[in-house]
């Protein structure tokens, strides 16, 4: 009976070492191959309450085996940049942030460097992640070969003293513009457009916003730059971060057709196909 029985568990054993898993979990787990780590200090949640048990990282581990791969052709000649769009740290880039995952005051990414493609406009040069930095670089050659000449890049990494100095700035200005409203009337304002510290993906050094205008409006999503980039930016990693149809899922977050996130190519891809939002994408690698 005894043997029978180890037999059985045995072979669950190997079913379970067959099957793909991937998980996202709240606690700080390593098992499966999960790595987590925790904001501890001080981290906000959007209503200003201190959240000191809030993942911030989730390191999941796809299967190596998996089958599917990613190419694509291109006008321009990519080929020293693929390493960067297609990262061999493949599940590495799927940092989730937003008002229930904050991050700590103290996150900084490693690895930065200047974005070739910051807009020459006398701004600082903006900074990302080594691997979305590059990827970003070849997604902007390839639309320039497209026709897209006039994409620059306004906004990459910013801190988070950067954000919650502007946070407080917008609540400041909504304030003095309606002297009768109480400090949670504004706050609940600038709630609607600006990010409260350590909840925007900028902090991530994976996220940046381009466009051809003088400032990032809606309107963008009706040029012919927008449209490229909507359609060919996951061949680069990248994914449109806050789409109109998401609004619910992605925390209320506005459409904007300027905001691109990395997450690598066969991330993106995926999530290209089964048209999901980070989100979404998460919990179905959860669930799948
Ligand atoms: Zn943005």
Redesign the pocket.
């Known amino acids: 009976m005894k043997r029978a029985l180890l037999a059985l568990l045995t072979f669950c054993a190997v079913l379970t070492s067959c099957t793909q898993t991937y998980v996202v979990s709240t606690d700080d787990s390593t098992e499966n191959g999960l790595n987590t780590s925790k904001a501890t200090d001080g981290a906000q949640s959007e209503d200003g309450e201190t959240n000191e048990d809030t993942q911030v990282q989730t390191d999941i581990q796809t299967e190596k085996e998996e089958p599917i791969v990613y190419t694509y052709e291109f006008k321009s000649d990519l080929s020293e940049y693929e390493k960067y769009m297609e990262p061999e740290d493949r599940d590495g880039y799927l940092i989730l942030v937003n008002k229930n995952n904050p991050l700590p005051e103290n996150y900084v990414p490693e690895g930065m460097v200047d974005v070739a493609d910051t807009r020459d406009d006398g701004r600082d040069m903006q900074q990302m992640c080594l691997y979305a930095s590059k990827a970003l670089e070849a997604m902007l050659i390839e639309a320039r070969a497209n026709g897209c000449k006039k994409l620059s890049v306004t906004?990459a990494y910013r801190s988070y003293a950067y954000q919650y100095k502007l946070y407080n700035q917008y609540i400041d200005k909504e304030m003095s513009r309606h002297p009768s409203w109480s400090k949670e009337q504004a706050i609940a304002e600038v709630n609607t457009y600006s990010a409260i510290a350590g909840t925007?993906?900028?902090q991530t050094g994976l996220?940046?916003?381009m466009h051809n205008l003088s400032s990032?409006k809606v309107e963008f999503a009706d040029t012919p730059e927008s449209a490229w980039l909507e359609d060919n930016c996951y061949k680069f990693g990248f994914i449109l971060?806050?789409e109109e149809d998401k609004m619910d899922i992605t925390g209320g977050i506005i459409y904007?057709p300027?905001?691109?996130r990395y997450v690598g190519r066969y991330h993106a891809s995926r999530m290209h196909e089964l048209d999901m939002c980070l989100e979404e994408y998460l919990d179905f690698l959860n669930k799948n």
């Open positions: 906004s925007s993906e900028h996220a940046c916003d990032a971060r806050y904007e300027w905001h691109f």
